[in-house]
């Protein structure tokens, strides 16, 4: 167990901005940052980030919450995990016992295949520093390949003895359980017999961008022809080829300090590129280029710069991986190596300095990459060149900006020397095709095209229901729960601010007449909230806002004031959740004063209006419950007949909400 004073220490220390600006590209927004949302693909940004309450809110998906549950939700960590994640961060000394065989246990099978994995990396490179075979045959290779002991360390590089189940009996003594050992691939089982997959291969340890170990690679030693040059890891709960890229967890950083990323094939590719002194790049893995793996580049930065070796075959197959990327809205560049060489073999053979005027002097922007590489191909070949614009063409038709699409095509125009007429008309074509394709595909059977859908129909009825009010139950309870929900929100925000209330008290005058005369006096927000809704009797209906209400309460009991920092840290995901999304859904957060005044919009300061909206929702709510509490009666007097007492207490109710919204200001 983790002691409360380390998770109190930890939630002290951390940031949730900087946190957050190691897995997405903040920027400044006022007092908040914005970014890409890193839970859906969308192209404006909508996560927002306050530092000063320290929370966050992706208003994509409504997820929410603090550093820890940030962590929980992108990465998949369980509380103690992200707690450890951070306290590795900020350099925090945790204890921690040891777990028992009941904990070990209770682990779900993705965590337990996560230990596996871990158990694996470490295994596989202390075996090759610390044993005489590991040296000879394992580093000795690295070595070879000019890799130093630090970038050796960095990508935690190792080694699998050359032995059927080596790897699969240190893990079994040490109590791993085979299942796991199987389930990420990392020993393959046969009837009653075990094997090592990685036996006698160099190993490169595959990261999540928070540095967690997903899967390996593993290159053969020898010249088996029947056995593959390179292994990965299969498919699991943890690794899906498709949806990683190897050193993203070493290159994050500076992939968003960049503001590019370098975009190379193999292991080895980004591992020189370390070397060299640059660190802003990732690696497919040989896999073609798919959606989620630009995405997660996305995540960082708007800008890939895509490194193709010298190949003309593997040139040709490769840039069909420009049109995913422009798809996404994403900025390409392109830079070929010399026939014959590839990212690895030139950054070994050509120094650091060498190495980046080369990248950046060679730098193509995509068309005349693509131009330049097919036109080698049609020549003087009027079809070919035809087809040629189509291809061009039609790479440009993926880039979802208009105005970008607009530059591509008078530069196309220029290089290929044709008009901008022809190619507009083509772009033209091939767009409305995409449209029709993607509407078709969409549109659903047997539906009359003159009739609005049954969705808006739902809508209407919905909307007409919550004007017409009367004996909806359903909306009566909507408006309870955003009623509860305004009075949290006015706790979080202002509870620990002091106002000058009025209050309306009966005097009696020398006539003995009793008029009402307007009385000021001082109070904090909390507590005139709690006075009123004591003096009510008033219970959250809702059973989240309850237990929020009833910790500001004992807050306010405890200390006497009101600390958000608690809430937003709770044990309860649920109250945390809650309370991030009340506060990052508040317009001081969505829409902050200095936007407004920058547009010479000057609107009243909430605060100075806070008696007035402390008062008005007590009275709502008071409003509410009392209307709920007459549909109570009537629907009991309908079972039965209608006593003398039933009418009274209707009338009584009445009366009362009469003079509720004659202080509400409204006409009943």
């Not at 000063?52 to 960590?77: C, P, R």
């Not at 996305?298 to 193709?308: D, E, G, K, W």
């Not at 000057?602 to 409003?623: A, F």
């Amino acid at each position: 167990m983790i002691s409360k004073e380390t998770i109190d220490r930890v939630f002290e220390t951390a940031r949730v901005e900087e946190v957050i600006g190691e897995f997405v590209n903040l920027k400044k927004a006022g007092s908040n940052f914005k970014g890409l949302s890193p839970f859906t693909d969308e192209k404006s940004p909508s996560f927002m980030v306050s530092p000063v309450k320290q929370i966050w809110k992706d208003f994509s998906t409504g997820k929410g919450g603090n550093a820890i549950s940030f962590l929980m939700e992108h990465e998949h960590y369980s509380y103690p995990e992200a707690i450890k994640y951070l306290a590795k961060k900020y350099n925090i000394e945790i204890e921690e016992t040891e777990q028992t065989a009941e904990q070990k246990q209770q682990l779900n099978e993705r965590e337990s295949m996560f230990v596996v994995s871990k158990f694996a990396a470490e295994y596989f490179h202390d075996l090759m520093l610390n044993t005489q075979q590991g040296k000879a045959i394992g580093l000795s290779y690295f070595k070879e390949r000019g890799f130093r002991d630090d970038i050796i360390e960095k990508f935690d590089l190792g080694y699998a003895k050359d032995e059927w189940d080596n790897f699969t009996k240190a893990a079994l003594n040490k109590g791993y359980d085979l299942k796991y050992l199987a389930a990420t691939g990392l020993t393959i089982v046969k009837e009653n017999k075990q094997f090592d997959r990685f036996k006698g291969r160099v190993l490169f340890p595959i990261h999540s961008m928070s540095g967690r170990i997903l899967g390996f690679g593993g290159r053969i030693l020898t010249n088996d022809k029947k056995a593959a040059k390179y292994l990965n890891s299969p498919e699991s709960d943890i690794y899906h080829k498709s949806k990683i890229l190897y050193g993203i967890y070493q290159a994050k950083k500076e992939i968003a300090k960049q503001d590019n990323c370098f975009l190379v094939e193999g292991y080895t590719d980004v591992v020189s590129f370390h070397q060299s002194g640059i660190e802003n790049v990732v690696a497919s893995s040989g896999t073609a280029l798919t959606p989620d793996q630009i995405r997660l580049i996305r995540r960082l930065t708007q800008n890939i710069t895509v490194l193709f070796d010298g190949d003309a075959a593997g040139l040709r197959a490769s840039i069909r991986g420009i049109d995913l990327i422009l798809e996404q809205g994403m900025n390409v560049k392109v830079v070929a190596f010399p026939e014959g060489e590839d990212p690895d073999s030139f950054a070994k053979a050509h120094s650091d300095t060498e190495l980046r005027e080369y990248l950046e002097s060679n730098a193509q922007d995509f068309i005349n990459f693509k131009v330049s590489l097919l036109m080698q191909e049609s020549k003087n070949d009027p079809v070919k060149k035809a087809g040629l614009i189509r291809d061009i063409v039609t790479s440009i038709s993926k880039i979802p900006d208009g105005i970008q699409r607009e530059v591509y095509v008078q530069e196309c125009s220029r290089i290929m020397e044709i008009s901008e007429r022809v190619l507009f008309s083509e772009l033209a074509q091939l767009l409305s095709k995409e449209v029709k394709s993607k509407s078709t595909a969409q549109k659903p059977q047997n539906v009359d095209p003159n009739q609005p859908p049954p969705e808006y129909f739902m809508e209407q009825e919905a909307a007409m229901k919550a004007v017409k009010g009367g004996g909806n139950k359903v909306e009566k309870v909507d408006q309870l729960d955003l009623l509860e929900k305004e009075i949290i929100r006015i706790l979080l925000l202002y509870g620990n601010e002091e106002v000058e209330f009025i209050q309306h008290v009966e005097v009696e005058n020398e006539n003995g007449r009793i008029s009402l005369e307007k009385e000021e006096y001082t109070s904090f927000v909390s507590e005139e909230l709690y006075l009123n809704l004591q003096e009510d009797e008033i219970e959250f209906t809702n059973g989240l806002f309850r237990e929020i209400y009833f910790e500001l309460i004992h807050q306010l009991n405890q200390d006497e004031k009101i600390s958000i920092k608690k809430l937003t840290n709770h044990k309860s995901a649920e109250v945390s959740a809650a309370v991030t999304d009340i506060l990052m859904d508040s317009d001081e957060v969505k829409h902050p004063l200095s936007d407004w005044e920058r547009k010479e919009v000057y609107v009243t300061e909430t605060k100075k209006i806070l008696p007035k909206l402390v008062s008005d929702s007590i009275l709502n709510l008071r409003r509410v419950l009392i209307e709920k509490k007459i549909l109570e009666i009537m629907n009991q007097a309908k079972e039965n007949n209608v006593s003398n007492a039933d009418l009274e207490l209707i009338t009584n109710y009445i009366d009362l909400k009469k003079r509720l919204f004659e202080k509400l200001n409204r006409v009943v």
